[in-house]
């Protein structure tokens, strides 16, 4: 039986987080500590395009909402609560890089159980913040993992786990709201612009809940690496 939406949430989620095992230095637990920023910064907001609702469709196949997002730039926001009370926050920026072997550069931030994890995909290197500064160093940078193309960064894969993750790929239109088309698959509800671009999946089972939001899609924006004073090369 293939999982109800909140399952494929879960997953994503934790494919992305994956990618925190990569380098030798463990997960950071300083929430308070300063991260490296992009051009563009502030809480993503989906998208209020309302263009092209006229030619939404009222069942519309969740597969077709993979075509045409390979070399994307994009903001991606994923929430959990579990129904024992535990949390998890990640927000991603992707941003489209086709001189990369992985196609883009990544800056993803992923706080649970009291521990934060940042990583960043720039180019070719890879950088991970340090639990705690070594030697005055904040950030370990290193070459990109072999298999970080497996880790789910890339939103072909998010968007496949996504459609995967359905009892049926058949989404029903229940109506418009917030500017976008809201519509009803197993287990929650999932919102598209008039693109037909995710902009943001809800979902609900057995007292754990989960959020998915999408924006800034083609945004222009970039993602701007740690300062080399605060960057130990691994060895």
Request: with cysteine; aromatic share 6%; hydrophobic share 30%.
């Amino acid at each position: 039986m293939k999982r109800t939406i909140v399952s494929l949430v879960a997953v994503t989620a934790l494919s992305l987080a994956g990618c925190s095992g990569s380098q030798d230095a463990p997960a950071s637990s300083d929430a308070s500590g300063q991260s490296a920023s992009s051009e563009s910064s502030g809480e993503p907001s989906v998208s209020d395009d309302e263009g092209g609702f006229d030619d939404l469709p009222d069942v519309l196949d969740a597969s077709t909402l993979v075509e045409g997002t390979e070399g994307t730039s994009y903001r991606m926001t994923i929430e959990m609560a579990s129904s024992e009370g535990e949390t998890m926050r990640m927000t991603t920026e992707v941003v489209a890089n086709p001189t990369s072997s992985v196609g883009q550069d990544t800056h993803l931030v992923m706080e649970m159980a009291g521990n934060k994890t940042e990583i960043m995909i720039i180019g070719e290197d890879y950088y991970q913040k340090a639990p705690s500064p070594i030697d005055g160093k904040t950030w370990i940078k290193g070459p990109i993992p072999p298999d970080t193309a497996d880790l789910g960064l890339g939103l072909d894969t998010v968007t496949e786990t996504f459609t995967e993750g359905l009892e049926s790929n058949s989404l029903t239109k229940v109506g418009e709201e917030g500017g976008l088309v809201k519509y009803q698959a197993e287990g929650g509800y999932v919102w598209i612009d008039g693109e037909r671009r995710l902009a943001r999946v809800e979902a609900k089972q057995d007292g754990n809940e989960a959020v998915m939001t999408f924006s800034d899609w083609d945004g222009d924006f970039t993602i701007t690496p740690p300062p080399a004073s605060e960057v130990m090369e691994q060895p």
